[in-house]
């Protein structure tokens, strides 16, 4: 039984290492079978190899490396006036004096005799396996040294500059590794061998693996056997490795090449054969994992922190895009749970993350941030402890990955919902509404919070269009957040004339500090409408007529118009009726009216007689009955004076005629003008 528990035990810890292994490793990018040039040389054409995924198919986004020679020291090799010292798919040629092919793109064991252990790719997986993964094929022409004559043109002993070769990435990446294979050829009994000067200053160069003679001081590259051979098993005299580029956003890497002879023979070659000393160069670059959450984040950063429960909200993408082009890399979905991960295929690098809804393309720029409908984002961060990024808007810029990063979290949440509300009230007395008249409660909810009213707090998101909003006896202003907020509390003054109600909108702000996208209103109604909007009002009083003009901004449920003149400015009667031009009593628009009416001094002299008689009368009484009989048989007497003198006019009035408009509504409500004195000529 005891064996037995520790044999299921050894099974556990070997199947959570393998899962370990699989969840966490990072993955490597080589040059495999199908990804670089066909046919052969020998040419200087630039050639570009396509990076695979390991051991599987292309990488995605594509990721290319483009080999260039340049700055040829030979340009031409005895025999061969067209070909230059250095060539892609170029070949020794042992029974003639020209120049062969060999392919363009092969299999590493092709070359050399190395062996897996020669090569590493800085523990990343799969490494290098020659007989599975390829390397594009250079060679450097020894013939590039003799004369016409087959003389030497410098010492077999000694190294030579032939040029330069550049390899160029698509897309910038940190930290390849090249790997060279089968540095070594002969010609008889004379050894060489190319060798390596690393030319960006910038870099530097670090020996992973190689062979005995795979030497790397400094930035230069050599195979240091004394007696080079082309084999790089043993002893040999060739040579095989791997170096890293020590950089970042590295976009292309230039190499000084040179030829090294060891002096073991007379001439570098003949004129009867071509001497050449081919070899492979490959890359591979580490490719690692990112992953995160996405979390409905209740309190949103009231505690720094980007956390809460897992969700995607019903469908999210995560989206990694490469800032420097502006163009996405790579995209998941987002787990039901929150959780997403790119697994083992992003290059060491800067990028961009960002969660959305809209769908996203490799390669092309990326999309906008878009939430589900009602969430927001509440921030971002790398780790799982406090912090955040500063900027809560679903993307999060300066990802450095070096290695494999997790929670890479984003956090959201859903912003309250506001209801409409309205409360009816009593007709407004002096165009405002006092402060405890409305007592309607704000109502709403909150998916995280729950139900949502007064004693939460309101941001007034827009003012009433027709008057001004107070909360406590102050004035609120567009966007301004009340606390605790207390319908009690609200009041209106300056309601303009002819409304029938009053609003304004407004949202909640959660516990998340969030606020509502979508504000509801809160209308206030009264039966009945507020008074006409007056607009200008003038009276002229010329040749015994009286003409009135006027204007309204609006009208509500107006009827029509009584136009009255007084002689004092205190008693007024109506002279005239004029009806409103309003359709069905209702205008947005300002219309335009005008009264006239002969007024001769008899009217003027009645009018105010009879001001004066009723004053008196109702000032003292019913026991001024008869004095108000003599004021009667006193007017008769006036009257009779006014109509045998037709000169009297307001000018005996002392020039005074006073103006009022009185607007009466369907409902017979009547509402007074401002009172005018007319201009009298």
């Given amino acids: 039984m005891k064996s037995n528990r520790i044999l299921k035990f050894l099974v556990f810890i070997f199947i959570t290492v393998v ?8 993955r490597s ?32 986004p594509s990721t290319t490396v483009t ?87 410098v010492p077999t002993n000694q190294t030579v500059y032939y040029g330069d070769l550049t390899l160029t990435f698509n897309r910038p990446v940190n930290n390849p590794v090249i790997h060279f294979t089968g540095l070594g050829g002969t010609n008889g009994t004379q050894g060489f061998a190319a060798g390596f000067d690393l030319n ?49 956003r590295i976009s292309s890497i230039t190499f000084r090449v040179y ?19 081919g070899f492979l160069v490959s890359v591979s670059l580490a490719a690692y994992s990112v992953s995160g959450s996405v979390f409905n984040d209740a309190n949103g950063l009231k505690d720094n922190t980007v956390n809460g429960t897992g969700t995607n909200a019903g469908g999210l993408n995560a989206v990694l895009i490469d800032p420097s082009t502006n163009t996405v890399v790579a995209t998941v979905p987002v787990n039901t749970d929150g959780t997403y991960s790119f697994s083992n295929n992003v290059l060491a690098g800067n ?61 959201m949440e859903r912003v309250p919902v506001s209801n409409d509300v309205s409360q009816t009230i009593a007709m407004p007395a002096n165009h405002a509404i006092a402060q405890g008249t409305i007592h309607t409660a704000v109502s709403g909810s909150d998916a995280e919070d729950g139900q949502m009213g007064n004693g939460n707090t309101v941001v007034i998101d827009s003012l009433p269009e027709n008057g001004k909003l107070y909360y406590n006896g102050n004035e609120v202003t567009a966007g301004q957040e009340i606390l605790n907020f207390d319908p009690s ?11 029938t109600e009053t609003s304004f909108k407004y949202s909640f702000v959660d516990a998340a500090g969030e606020k509502g996208n979508s504000p509801a209103t809160f209308t206030v109604k009264w039966d ?98 008869v004095l108000m009989m003599g004021l009667a048989v006193i007017g008769l007497v006036i009257l009779s004076v006014s109509c045998n003198k037709k000169d009297i006019s307001a000018k005996e009035n002392g020039g005074k005629i006073f103006v009022r408009i009185v607007q009466v509504d369907k409902d017979g409500t009547r509402v007074t003008s401002k009172i005018i004195r007319a201009a009298v000529e």
């Fill in 351 to 411: 990028y961009a993350l960002e969660i959305t809804t809209n769908t996203a393309t490799v390669g092309t720029a990326p999309p906008a941030v878009k939430l589900p409908d009602g969430w927001v984002s509440t921030g971002e961060n790398v780790g799982s402890g406090a912090g955040n990024d500063g900027a809560p808007n679903g993307i999060l810029t300066g990802l450095t990955v070096n290695g494999n990063i997790s929670d890479v979290n984003f956090a």
């Fill in 489 to 499: 509390l609200l009041s209106f003054t300056d309601l303009k004339d002819g409304s």
């Fill in 19 to 26: 899962t370990c292994e699989s969840v966490f490793a990072q």
């Fill in 200 to 248: 960006n200053t910038a870099y530097s160069l670090t020996r992973l693996a190689g062979s005995q003679y795979f030497s790397v001081n400094g930035n230069s590259i050599r195979n240091s056997a004394s007696a080079i051979g082309t084999s790089s098993a043993g002893t040999g005299g060739g040579a095989a490795g791997s170096v890293q580029v020590n950089g970042t």
């Fill in 29 to 60: 990018l080589k040059f495999e079978n199908g990804g670089g040039p066909a046919g052969n040389g020998p040419t200087t054409t630039d050639k570009t190899v396509t990076m695979y995924y390991g051991d599987a198919g292309v990488y995605s």
């Fill in 528 to 625: 009945g409408s507020l008074p006409v909007i007056w607009g200008a009002i003038n009276a002229r009083y010329s040749n015994e007529q009286l003409t009135v003009h006027w204007s309204t901004e609006t009208e509500m449920n107006n009827d029509h118009f009584d136009v009255e003149v007084s002689t004092d400015g205190v008693h007024f009667t109506n002279v005239g009726v004029v009806a409103t031009k309003a359709p069905g009593g209702k205008s947005d628009i300002e219309l335009n009216y005008s009264f006239s009416k002969t007024m001769n001094g008899t009217s003027l002299a009645f009018i105010s007689l009879l001001f004066v008689g009723v004053g008196f009368v109702y000032s003292r009484g019913r026991g001024s009955k």
């Fill in 67 to 153: 080999f260039s020679l340049n700055n040829q020291q030979y340009t031409s090799i005895e025999g061969n006036p067209n070909i230059p010292g250095i060539v892609f798919g170029g070949n020794l040629n042992n029974n003639g004096n020209t120049a062969t092919s060999i392919n363009h793109y092969m299999v590493l064991s092709n070359l050399g005799g190395s062996s897996n252990p020669q090569y590493a790719t800085n523990n990343i997986q799969p490494g290098i396996n020659v007989s599975n993964d390829y390397g594009l094929e250079i060679a450097i022409y020894s013939d590039a040294l003799i004369n016409a004559d087959g003389s030497n043109k």
């Fill in 259 to 277: 030829f090294r002879g060891d002096g073991g023979g007379n001439q570098w070659s003949s004129r009867s054969s071509v001497g050449a000393d």
